[in-house]
């Protein structure tokens, strides 16, 4: 079953730190997102992306998130300046419309980003 | 935007009943609900999902119910087992291509054998 594979899977980094998260969807997938996940919350929407742009984003997505594409396979999420609260499981998922017209999303099995 | 509820946070059951977790939903455009199986620091996996043109969906053990009008939909696991045990995560949609999720807050279930 194709799988949607993150790295790293765990991270550690000094506040302020620039952190790049990765992700390779599912080959035949067209959507991207990232959700976060703080420790024992509810999983909470970032970014959604297509076409090689951000398609929505929350009000959680401010200046120093930012996403990429940079080549067919690979979706990043960056941090530009970690603070304590960036502190969560970052989940990517990529989604494929299926013939009922629903939008099914696959997730990753999460990069968890620890902030000292 | 879309605000989704679910209660209970927290259910414990004997092995063999039944678990029901509730959710509802703010936002009358949403007409896709699925709901997502987290174990313990593993990915949420869709366990099953429900258009709103479909009351009661089943595969199994599980069944998922949808009121489009009191905007409520539910979740019910019969015949629950230990491996059950989990975070179970309801969520909204627009069904339509790249449309975000927007998921309830969580129900951690426990299955005691």
């Known amino acids: 079953e194709p799988e949607v594979t993150q790295t790293p899977s765990h991270q550690v980094t000094q506040m302020g730190q620039e952190v790049i998260l990765r992700c390779v969807p599912i080959?035949?997938?067209?959507?991207f997102y990232w959700y976060r996940q703080i420790l024992g919350q509810k999983v909470e929407f970032l970014v959604s992306f297509y076409n090689n742009e951000i398609s929505e984003k929350s009000e959680i997505f401010d200046d120093q998130f930012s996403v990429e594409r940079p080549d067919g396979s690979n979706f990043t999420l960056k941090i530009r300046s970690t603070k304590l609260e960036d502190s969560a499981m970052y989940f990517c998922a990529s989604s494929i419309v299926s013939p009922s017209g629903a939008n099914v999303l696959t997730f990753g099995a999460g990069s968890r980003l620890t902030v000292l | 935007g879309e605000n989704v509820e679910q209660h209970p946070s927290t259910l414990s059951v004997q092995e063999g009943d039944s678990a029901v977790i509730k959710c509802t939903y703010s936002d009358s455009a949403s007409n896709y609900f699925p709901w997502y199986k987290q174990e313990l620091g593993k990915r949420p996996q869709l366990i099953i999902d429900?258009?709103?043109?479909?009351g009661e969906k089943k595969d199994q053990r599980i069944a998922v119910t949808l009121n489009k009008t009191a905007k409520h939909f539910s979740l019910h696991i019969t015949e629950t087992q230990p491996e059950d045990s989990a975070v179970y995560f309801c969520?909204?949609?627009?069904?339509?291509?790249?449309?975000?999720?927007?998921f309830g807050g969580g129900t951690r279930v426990l299955v005691k054998p």
């Open positions: 969520a909204a949609s627009i069904r339509a291509a790249g449309n975000k999720l927007t």
């Open positions: 080959s035949n997938h067209l959507y």
């Open positions: 429900i258009r709103s043109n479909v």
